[in-house]
């Protein structure tokens, strides 16, 4: 039966059928093949895959990051960036990235963040010089942080998976998000050396200032999701929903948000969380199949006499995810592989948050990787751009991504530190 689960699903992929209906109807198929396990079964295990008070954090935090793009905070985050770190070489770029950085902590949402910031910053790169293929690919890598830096509605799924802290998830983020931010102003700089591009002057330290006082709502809507879950004051739930009321009082009283606008936020945000949701439903089914199936322990089995080193094991997962999330939607390769991965987490003796941030990483690597690449297809049709000029452009994002992957093995204090310093 393992064999026709897993057939069935890479057919059905190879057809071309989305990823969520694949694992759907493969788990399907192989439930009303072996009458050992009731179709009742099917319906059981989707209601019970989204019947969890955690997984409501996914559209309050969709819907948090709908409202303050809306209200035009995006704008006033690139101008705030802009006066911070555009006077240095590759300046422009640079905003790019740490525009990035600071709305990975508003939405959580990859796909949003990419569309605003390439919407906005590509024409603006293409007129200093850059490569419209470049510019592109720069901001595919910066809207893949958005899983990485907390808020992420990635780790709400891992959280609802694995049994495992959504706080002490968000706090191990941090650091690699930020290392993976510092690793494309690296890129962008030798970019920008190389190609000449112009240094803007300049501005003074009280333009950061006046600029910091238009960006500071948007900044304090990560201090009311991060600081109310470590507090203990709030669950990851409430604090979306603390975010959507604090985005909903700023957009009607700096009058950037009406009732058209709202039900528009509304309406996105319902859209944007039914692939996650529907994807988690079948998902958990086809996890249970292969969990009937033991075939979790086939794998741990082959992993075990492949090596005893816990380092090459987790390159091995490593790679496995990175090859998964080139052509499965992240959510849906981590609903499907971690569940077979997380026994290992015992036989290897792993940290679960260790494990759980490599996992992450990884899958929103290949999630920007060709021949996918989601995050590709968004810029380049937000701005007109040939997609193959965007996968030119992308490897050397994809290297510096790679490279803080690698450090998150080799040293997992990067990631437990600062949950651990918190407890």
């Known amino acids: 039966m393992i064999a026709l689960l897993l057939i069935s699903f890479l057919v059905l992929l190879f057809i071309g059928m989305p990823v969520a209906y694949a694992m759907a109807c493969a788990a399907g198929l192989a439930i009303v093949a072996d009458p050992s396990l009731p179709s009742l079964v099917i319906g059981q295990k989707m209601f019970t895959a989204m019947d969890s008070f955690s997984l409501m954090a996914i559209p ?58 390439a919407s906005m910053l590509v024409p603006a790169l293409k007129e200093e010089g850059y490569d419209d293929g470049y510019a592109c690919a720069m901001i595919s890598g910066c809207g893949a942080l958005g899983p990485v830096i907390p808020p992420s509605i990635m780790m709400v799924i891992y959280s609802g998976v694995i049994s495992i802290s959504i706080s002490a998830l968000f706090l191990a983020g941090v650091i690699p998000g930020l290392l993976i931010g510092g690793g494309y102003m690296a890129v962008n700089f030798l970019y920008a050396r190389k190609n000449h591009i112009p ?60 009732g058209k606008k709202l039900k528009k936020c509304l309406l996105e945000s ?88 490599v996992c992450i990483l990884t899958l929103v690597m290949g999630g920007m990787s060709p021949p996918v690449g989601l995050l590709m297809y968004i810029t380049a049709s937000c701005t007109n751009t040939p997609l193959e000029k965007v996968v030119r452009h992308i490897w050397p994002f994809l290297a510096a991504n790679y490279v803080i992957v690698l450090a998150v093995i080799l040293f997992p204090a990067l990631v437990t530190w600062l949950p651990g310093l918190a407890g």
Not at 237 to 253: D, H, N
Not at 300 to 310: E, L, P, R, W, Y
Not at 331 to 345: D, G, Q, R
């Open 60 to 117: 309050f935090f969709m819907l948090a990051g709908s409202i303050m793009n809306e209200t035009g905070i995006t704008k006033k985050i690139v101008d705030f960036a802009r006066s911070f770190v555009g006077h240095l070489t590759g300046g422009l770029g640079h905003t790019a990235i740490v525009t990035g950085v600071l709305m990975a902590g508003i939405s959580g949402s990859a796909n949003a963040d990419a569309s605003a910031i």
């Open 270 to 357: 319902v859209q944007a969380t039914t692939n996650p949701m529907m994807i988690m439903a079948f998902a958990a089914l086809f996890g249970y199949a292969v969990t009937y199936y033991n075939f979790a322990k086939v794998i741990a089995d082959c992993m075990i006499g492949f090596t005893s080193s816990g380092i090459v094991a987790l390159l091995v997962i490593s790679v496995i995810l990175f090859i998964a999330g080139m052509f499965i939607d992240s959510n849906a390769a981590l609903l499907m592989l971690v569940p077979i991965f997380s026994p290992l987490i015992a036989l290897f003796g792993f940290h679960p948050i260790h494990f759980a941030m």
């Open 199 to 258: 240094r803007q002057k300049f501005m003074g330290f009280r333009n950061i200032l006046r600029s910091l006082g238009g960006a500071i709502w948007a900044l304090i809507m990560p201090a009311i999701i991060i600081g109310g879950i470590l507090s203990g004051v709030v669950t990851a739930t409430e604090s979306g929903v603390l975010a959507v009321a604090y985005g909903v009082l700023y957009g009607f009283l700096s009058k950037n948000l009406d």
